[in-house]
């Protein structure tokens, strides 16, 4: 289910079978809120944030922890979702 909005912040999860879901902060302002609504959703296998220019962050998995190539395939997952979707690049000016 994609639901974000550009223009919005919002946040979204993959969920374990590989689907990408994203919403608007101000639908679900947490990803617990959007799992407890849909239980259908299992176990997620990522989370991120997404900026109002459709800026995309992971949350987890993480580069510093986790490995390298399961958060290169959970972004390119995440980025074919939206042609508005880009990976956040530390050096920009947006912080989580």
């Not at 946040?11 to 849909?38: C, L, M, R």
């Not at 390298?68 to 000016?93: R, W, Y």
Request: aromatic share 14%.
């Amino acid at each position: 289910m994609h639901n974000w909005e550009p223009g919005n912040y919002g946040k979204g999860i993959t969920d374990q079978n590989g689907v990408v879901h994203t919403w608007n902060e101000d639908e679900y302002p947490f990803h617990h809120n959007y799992i407890s609504a849909h239980p259908q959703v299992g176990d997620p296998r990522a989370f991120f944030y997404i900026a109002p220019e459709g800026n995309v962050r992971t949350t987890y998995p993480n580069r510093r922890y986790d490995d390298p190539h399961v958060c290169d395939a959970e972004m390119a997952n995440i980025l074919k979702v939206d042609p508005h979707f880009t990976e956040h690049q530390p050096s920009s000016d947006w912080d989580f």
